[in-house]
Structure formats: structure tokens, C-alpha cells
């Protein structure tokens, strides 16, 4: 069996233009052979499917995508969509009911999102001949997640996740674990994350695919299964990004046998100069070789994976004491950036937030805090 997975996929910028006016513009032609004869082709729907609709009150932008990236779908053979992923709520249930009932009616299948937790936890079943595939899907937790009867994104807990793969890995022959996480704009795993994705292998998973980063990251063999850290954006063009992290990704092309499974790299340059997902060029392919064997020597290097994760911490400092200062505006923003503000938060807050933050226990607490708070900024005020 064979099964390609790509990462994030959303409509907008140019990929918006050529939908709509139904011309494609060739958005996947040096990939359709590929796609064609693959089995399952998997990507990351990184927003809703619906026309109009309300937008959620959250932190970040808010993404959808129009029905007609259906029959795009459809025509390149991206027939799996998964669901969980910090934006797939950002349109509330009416986006997500859109979404599914858009996606099913096209005989499309889906994986980590659903109408409730139940279904947003259930696994994705691949069979072809006497071969299964568990597929499952999930994501860190942000502003998406299914709850009870509340629908959403599969959460990426490891508790959730570790009893997840013990109950397909019963019934199928490979599992392989999607999941949607990460540092923005970081190539690189948390010395955590890393954690994490080895214990999901050790757990039973024989393939561990990470995105959510917008940038590539590397990968490694770890006892018996195969771990990408990150793979890049699939199709998601933002105006003024050309050639840099944002635009190259990878998909990993899987075979499956009943014996072992081999896997290759695609590496792209997606929506930079031009508006599709291109093949690298001999040059661009030397570049990204590199850049992977650069990436798998810190993965494969404890201390190294730490120093770098600890850099790229000291340079978010900043961006961290400004959503935790009490009062934020453009006008203090700039002023303490310049040292001419002082920092509202005292030795004694700073403390409070250390013991809060960093003790699961404590943040059980404010968990269920944060979230009564943001139910009460969603509830419509009456007149």
C-alpha cells in the first residue's frame, strides 16, 4: 500500500485566484504522477470548507477555504483530509459541520476532526488486500479541540494519544501517527516534542509525521519506527515569501509491505515565484539535502537539540513578556521595547506565573479558568 502524506493546505492568495476562476493553473502538475498512483494521499486541511459564516474569538488569523477546493481535491487525488489542527474551529461548528458534510459528500475520507470527541478520536482504517493501515490524527491544544459533545480536532494529549495507538495497533498491521505541533517558524523539535513523538514509537506507532511549523524540519529512526519532525507547507502562499523556509516543504511518500515499510522524501518549493508546488531544482535539491543532514545531526544530538531550542527561546523573550504584561497596546509595546516603560510584572507575579505555568497541576486549574473566561467573552451580550 502506498500512502503520501503532505502537510498544511490552504486556499488563500493565488491558490484562491486560480480555484475560482476553475483554471488551476497547473497548481500540482509535476507532482499528478505521483499522486495519481499513490494509494492514499493524505494532507492537512488548515481551515474550513464554507461560504460566509462567523469567525471565532481567538488569538491568531482566522483561515478558511471556499467549497470549490472540493474538486480540486478530488481532480489531484487528495482524497484524505486531516482535521486536527489549530484552525479547523475557526469558523465554529457551522465550519466544521461545512467541512465534513462538503468533504463526505465527495467520497473524500477524514481523519482527527469530527461532530464530537468520540468521533474526532476515532481512527482512520486503510485496507488493501489483506494490508491494514491505522491512521491517527491530532493536535496540541489551542482553539480547536473536540470535548464531549462539543466537535472538533482529536487532542493531542499523551494520555489520549498513548491509549489511541494501543487500541489500533490491535487491529491493523502498521499505525501511523499525524500530528499537528510545534514551534512556528522553528526547524527544529522541542527537546519535549522530541520526547514525546520517541514515547508515541515506543507506544506502538511505526510512523510519526509532524507539521504545524511552516517550515521543514528533519527526521530520524528510532527503535522500530520512522519520526518526521516537521514537513513544511504543502500548499499555502502568503504574499512576499520567496524562497525562504516558508516555501519549502517535503511530502513522504510510504510503502507498505506485511514485512517493513520504505519510505522517500518529495521535496518542493511551494508558491514562491510561481504559483504552485514545484519539483527542486538539482541545485535546490543540494541546498535541501544539506539543510536535512544538518537538522538530523541536531536531532541526533541531545545537547545540541537543547542549546538550539534554548536560543530560539532567549530570542521569544520579548514576544512572551508582551502577552503577559497586564496592560498591552501598540504605544507601551514600543516603549518598553525601547526601555522607556517599565514592566508591569512584579517579582511576586513573575513567581506566580513560574509556580502556575510549570506545574501541570496548577495549570489544570487555570486550564479550567481560561476556559470559563472565553466562554464568557463568546457569549453574545444581551441588549
Known amino acids: 500500500m502506498k500512502l503520501t502524506v503532505f502537510g498544511d493546505l490552504v486556499e488563500g492568495g493565488r491558490v484562491c485566484c486560480d480555484l475560482l476562476s476553475n483554471k488551476e493553473n497547473g497548481i500540482l502538475a509535476d507532482f499528478s504522477e505521483i499522486l495519481q498512483s499513490s494509494d492514499f494521499n493524505v494532507f492537512n486541511l488548515e481551515a474550513p470548507i464554507l461560504r460566509g459564516g462567523f469567525p471565532i474569538k481567538k488569538v ?7 467549497p470549490e477546493l472540493i474538486h480540486f481535491l478530488k481532480k489531484n487525488n487528495l482524497n484524505i483530509a486531516s482535521l486536527a489542527n489549530n484552525h479547523i474551529m475557526d469558523f465554529g461548528d457551522e465550519g466544521l459541520n ?45 482553539f480547536s479541540l473536540a ?27 502498521w499505525v501511523v501517527l499525524i500530528y499537528h505541533g510545534g514551534n512556528e517558524h522553528y ?25 504545524h511549523q511552516h517550515c521543514h524540519s528533519g527526521y530520524e529512526s528510532y527503535g522500530s519506527g520512522l519520526i518526521f519532525y516537521g514537513i513544511g507547507n504543502f500548499i499555502f502562499d502568503k504574499i512576499g515569501r520567496c524562497n525562504d523556509q516558508w516555501n519549502y516543504g517535503f511530502g513522504v511518500a510510504l510503502d507498505f509491505s506485511p514485512q ?12 514562491s515565484k510561481e504559483p504552485k508546488v514545484k519539483s527542486m531544482s538539482s541545485g535546490e535539491k ?6 536535512i543532514k544538518h537538522y538530523n ?9 537543547e542549546r538550539e531550542f534554548e536560543a530560539f527561546c532567549s530570542g521569544r523573550s520579548f514576544s512572551v513578556s508582551s502577552k503577559l504584561e497586564p496592560f498591552d497596546n501598540r504605544l507601551l509595546t514600543a516603549l518598553r521595547r525601547r526601555g522607556l516603560a ?40 444581551k441588549d
Not at 491568531?60 to 471556499?66: A, D, I
Not at 464531549?148 to 493531542?156: E, F, L, V
Open 60 to 66: 491568531g488569523p482566522v483561515l478558511k477555504n471556499s
Open 98 to 142: 461545512s467541512t465534513l458534510k462538503l468533504l463526505r459528500d465527495a467520497g473524500l475520507l477524514t481523519v482527527g476532526g469530527g461532530e464530537d470527541q468520540n468521533q474526532a478520536e476515532q481512527p482512520l482504517i486503510l485496507e488493501k488486500e489483506s494490508l491494514k493501515i491505522g491512521v491517527i490524527n491530532a493536535a496540541e491544544h489551542e
Open 147 to 173: 470535548k464531549g459533545s462539543q466537535g472538533g480536532a482529536n487532542y493531542g494529549e499523551i494520555l489520549n494519544l498513548y491509549y489511541q495507538i494501543k487500541s489500533v495497533k490491535n487491529i491493523v498491521d
Open 187 to 211: 526547524p527544529l523539535p522541542s527537546p519535549r516534542l522530541q520526547d514525546y513523538f520517541r514515547f508515541f514509537v515506543d507506544a506502538g506507532a511505526d510512523v510519526v509525521i509532524g507539521h
Open 260 to 271: 517493513d515499510v520504505k519510505f522517500d522524501l518529495l521535496p518542493y518549493n511551494q508558491f
Open 286 to 291: 543540494k541546498v535541501f539535502e544539506e539543510r
Open 297 to 305: 545531526a541536531i536531532i541526533n544530538d541531545r545537547k545540541a537539540l
Open 342 to 381: 517599565p514592566s508591569f510584572l512584579s517579582e511576586k507575579k513573575i513567581l506566580h506565573l513560574y509556580n502556575y505555568l510549570l506545574c501541570r497541576s496548577h495549570m489544570d486549574v487555570v486550564e479550567a479558568y481560561l476556559e470559563k473566561q472565553l466562554e464568557r467573552i463568546k457569549t453574545p451580550k
